[in-house]
T-cell receptor, first 112, second 115 residues
Framework: DTGVSQNPRHKITKRGQNVTFRCDPI?????LYWYRQTLGQGPEFLTY????????KSRLLSDRFSAERPKGSFSTLEIQRTEQGDSAMYLC??????????FGQGTRLTVV | AQTVTQSQPEMSVQEAETVTLSCTYD???????LFWYKQPPSRQMILVIR??????QNATENRFSVNFQKAAKSFSLKISDSQLGDAAMYFC????????????FGSGTRLLVRP
């Protein structure tokens, strides 16, 4: 499968725990995005990488959230001290400059 | 700030009929892109159609076409000959290009297709 891959697909965690999600973009794509989608809403932008550089971060990305993309390949999104309000679908997308974004299937996080 | 509004939370269409999904947006920019994405239940979002703002001609992809009204900031999606597989959430999205990088999505329209 050469699409965008996200792991895990589902994550249930207790409030206060840390979680980490992984995204493997399409191999030649240099742009990578993270979005958050809550029930009944459209995705909201969280952050953007061009290669390994994090070029844009949303105000939604509080200091409990951190994202990395070492060596411009896969990316991780970590949430520290999770809260119930963090429950959502976390979507990753990748693209080449000037082309459409391809989305992964997402990681559904449930904080209990 | 740019915003995208989809005023139809849910639409229903009979199989083989035509349906139009509405989208309006707000921007002060003249160059941008507009997209319709489809998100089937528990499946990934896929691009249905894109429109560059500088193009006057409306985009068409097989059974999917758009009505792009730049002055009115309106971007509707028409689905002809609706099929059961068209049932999904549809999101309208705005992209400014390399000045911003991010897609701004509307809240979505759930499309139901009746057999």
């Amino acid at each position: 499968d050469t699409g965008v891959s996200q792991n895990p697909r589902h994550k249930i965690t207790k409030r206060g725990q840390n979680v980490t999600f992984r995204c493997d973009p399409i191999s030649e794509h240099n742009r990578l995005y993270w979005y958050r989608q809550t029930l009944g809403q459209g995705p909201e932008f969280l952050t953007y990488f061009q290669n390994e550089a994090q070029l844009e971060k949303s105000r939604l990305l509080s200091d409990r959230f951190s994202a990395e993309r070492p060596k411009g390949s896969f990316s991780t999104l970590e949430i520290q001290r999770t809260e119930q309000g963090d429950s959502a679908m976390y979507l990753c997308a990748s693209s080449l400059a000037g082309s459409e974004a391809f989305f992964g299937q997402g990681t559904r996080l449930t904080v209990v | 700030a740019q915003t995208v509004t989809q005023s139809q939370p849910e639409m229903s269409v009979q199989e083989a009929e035509t349906v139009t999904l509405s989208c309006t947006y707000d921007t002060s920019e003249s160059d941008y892109y507009l997209f319709w994405y489809k998100q089937p239940p528990s499946r990934q979002m896929i691009l249905v159609i894109r429109q560059e703002a500088y193009k006057q001609q409306n985009a068409t992809e097989n059974r999917f076409s758009v009505n792009f009204q730049k002055a009115a900031k309106s971007f509707s999606l028409k689905i002809s000959d609706s099929q059961l597989g068209d049932a999904a959430m549809y999101f309208c999205a705005y992209y400014e290009g390399d000045s911003s990088y991010k897609l701004i999505f509307g809240s979505g329209t759930r499309l139901l297709v009746r057999p």
